[in-house]
């Protein structure tokens, strides 16, 4: 009843606002098992990214990079871990106009058995697979790497509290959260910038109804009480590598976010993405051990979540976990992007009609009475090269060749840029606060996270506030919440100039642990966001409708994935992960 009252009051700021306009007007498991190779490799397996402004430090950016799926809290005796075998990355671009990576932070892990006379992982203080860790950092493309965190500590797995608390037979820590806390390193040396990092299993912060995603998009909306979402990915851990980065250590010219000329400023956006990597060949040695030579060679990858999950068809899944996203490589792939197959289940003329879960969504087919964004249709194409497009992104004379590449690839105006450019503060990327109906004029900016690499990154404009945990706007959608307040809500739409509105720091900007990224994605696979910036849906009737909060609009906001946060909490401080779930009772969990 309480998220019902919520969206009524949405959508009756709604109707006020864009009542006003309309008579002015003439996966999912973000990477979990995502692909076929890397399905037999959980410990290369990337599966999640998430880039974001830290909240209780305002003055840096934390990057973590998840890994390992899956990790069932009691699977001893060999319990997950690191592999010693494989290179993590973390790679971060911020000037389109270089070849690749402007910094790469590199980690390699060594594990040692402290008492090989037991079959514990952990007995009288001692400690097998003790894992430890080299971080090393680049910000010349690779080609030499200085290390700045020789002897990083990874904890052990949560066992139990035998195991970690008591002092005889166990660690004798004061708690698991202290042995995170202890486990936090400060980078030092040639090329650092004084980053804290962390390594370690965390509770895994991605929620997902795994069961409906992957039933042909039987996804079960937070409301049904019949048959309720179930998050699968509910008390398992995964593995983090966390970094926590001074603004002006990823800012191309080394400027503090206090330089930045305004919240949008285009030189504070980055680019992220994640790897890992394994040399050619493996040999199996006849003493039980095994050995690695060879080129090394990427395996995995992440930018975007769900990418690769849900947008790239299987036969291609592999070919993308060892692509890059530079050098227009990704470029091989946009037809995903620009009829993503995901579209067909939200078109009552192909097979939306064949999955009830996905009814609230539908595509615009006859936006403003004429622009069809269905699969294989036209979309804007009818307007490039023409003068109503003269200045916008659509000009031919900036992107246009991009964004209206022929008449069949309707998605490559608004799903192709948020997955391979970012979207820029210019026409027609803004919400149609002032634009009086026109969805092609100048309106109220909320983004740029512009980096045109042509390639799959998480983007984020580090010049954008925080919006605080605490803050009454706070939601886990974003931009798309962003979006509606800049339209409804009379503290953010009373003028079309640049304001800060609550969640511009939100996914796709970035993407912040709480952000519930299957909800946005679907929305917006099903055109809210052509919807934000004045392309509405169907039923509404320029010069005829009173308001463009029509009945299709309130259904697409209306609509959720099912497991809508995460099943427990975050931390307030770094690395903001929750404490991995205890394998004795991994229905406890202490929190850090």
Known sequence: MKKCNLLFKRLRGYCIFLGMVAMTAPSFASSHREAPLISQDPQADNTDLYVFRSPDDTNTITIIANYIPFGLPEGGPNYYTFSTSVRYEIHIKNNASTPGDDITYRFTFTQVDQDTTTFFNIRLGLQNLKTTYICEKSTNGGLTFNTIVATGVVPPPNIGPRSITNATVGLGASSYSALMQSAVATASGVGSSG??????????????????????????????????????????????????????????????????????????????????????????????????????????????????????????????????????????????????????????????????????????????????????????????????????????????????????????????????????????????????????????????????????????????????????????????????????????????????????????????????????????????????IGLWYDDYIPASSPSPVTNDLTLVLGFDAGITHNDTTFSVSFPYEQVPWQGFDHTLQARF
């Open 195 to 532: 980053e804290q990092v962390f390594c370690g299993p965390v509770d895994d912060p991605f929620f997902v109804d795994l069961g409906g995603t992957f039933d042909l998009g039987n996804f079960r909306p937070s409301t049904n009480t019949t048959n309720p979402p179930k998050d699968g990915l509910a008390r398992f851990n995964v593995h983090t590598i966390a970094i926590k980065v001074p603004i002006s250590a990823l800012q191309k010219t080394g400027l503090g976010v206090g330089s930045a000329t305004s919240i949008l400023d285009p030189n504070f956006v980055i680019g992220v993405w994640a790897s890992a990597s394994r040399q050619q060949i493996k040999t199996l040695n006849t003493t039980g051990t095994s050995s690695f030579s060879g080129n090394w060679v990427q395996v995995s990858r992440l930018g975007m979540p769900l990418t690769n999950e849900v947008v790239i068809p299987v036969g291609m899944k592999d070919l993308w976990n060892a692509t890059t996203p530079y050098n227009n490589s990704d470029l091989q792939f946009a037809a995903n992007f620009e009829n993503p197959e995901l579209a067909l289940y939200m078109d009552a003329s192909q097979y939306g009609g064949a999955v009830p879960a996905l009814n609230q969504l539908r595509i615009q087919t006859a936006s403003l009475g004429t622009y069809d964004f269905r699969n294989g249709k036209a979309g804007l194409y009818s307007l490039k090269g023409t003068s109503a497009v003269a200045g916008t992104a659509l000009d031919n004379a900036n992107y246009g060749n991009i964004l209206l590449p022929n008449a069949t690839s309707p998605r490559a105006v608004d799903l192709l840029p948020i997955f391979y450019t970012g979207v820029p503060n210019l026409a027609p990327y803004q919400l149609a606060t002032g634009k009086a109906g026109n969805p092609l004029a100048n309106g109220k900016p909320f983004i740029n996270n512009f980096l045109p690499t042509l390639g799959d990154m998480l983007r984020l404009n580090m010049a954008v506030p925080v919006t605080s945990r605490t803050d009454p706007n706070f939601s886990s959608l974003g931009l798309i919440e962003a979006a509606v307040l800049g339209l409804t809500n009379s503290t953010y739409n009373a003028n079309a100039n640049l304001q800060f509105i609550p969640n511009m720091d939100g996914f796709p900007n970035g993407r912040r642990l709480e952000d519930d990224v299957t909800t946005i994605e679907l929305q917006a696979v099903s055109g809210v966001v052509l919807a934000a």
